[in-house]
């Protein structure tokens, strides 16, 4: 996961106290499922958080209709079902994000991101500045809490021993099931090409890679991954 900034001065904001002042006016409730203007949202979340999703870092380019780079409106805070205490939280601008649609229709043990998170809370990593240094990543293509073990299975065993935050950072990264096979691989394809660039580089092209990749939008998919490797040759 990476940070995601909220700014008090988006569209997005405008556009959704827009709609809730209207509903309030004639007494109806705030209720997402209601909310007609979900594309127009989901274009300019898309845009805010550099084109890739919330959760995974993959590249989302479209609002829905299908699972391949496309993204739904997702609620950090569940829009609905048994932990959903605050429902006025449905249409805040801040509790809003776009995650993609790559897992929609597969079964269960497949489903990723916000089609595996469902009703279930998490802890809201997206929100802070530093969250990035919660997170690591393996040669086998997973994503781990930030510690000694290497390994998700190394974690999990050792999860007494873990401090909050990577109890969080576990529990996250189980929820929106982060190691499913397919992005596991991914992720693995994506750092043997890395490892093949910076083998060619020196120290300082390094450096100003690792200041490209941040200024870039939209941003290259998995950009977390690949800037935890490129600093580890800062």
Known sequence: MRYIHNNINSPAVALLNDWNKLR???GQKLSYNDFNNKPLLNDILREEQGGICCYCQQKINH?????IESSHNEHLFPEKGKNNTKKERQTEYVNLYACCNYSKGMKKSQQ??????HDEVIYEFVKWVDCNTHFKYNSKGEITPQGSYNTLDEFEANESNLTFKQKEALNAIKILNLN?????QK??????????ILTKLTKSQVKEKIQEFNNERPYKQFVDMLLYYMKQKK
């Open 24 to 26: 309030k006016q004639v």
């Open 63 to 67: 609002y829905q209709g299908t699972n």
């Open 112 to 117: 990723h991101c916000g089609e595996a998170k």
């Open 180 to 184: 499913q096979s397919s992005l596991v």
């Open 187 to 196: 992720r693995k394809k994506e750092q043997t090409v890395l490892f093949e």
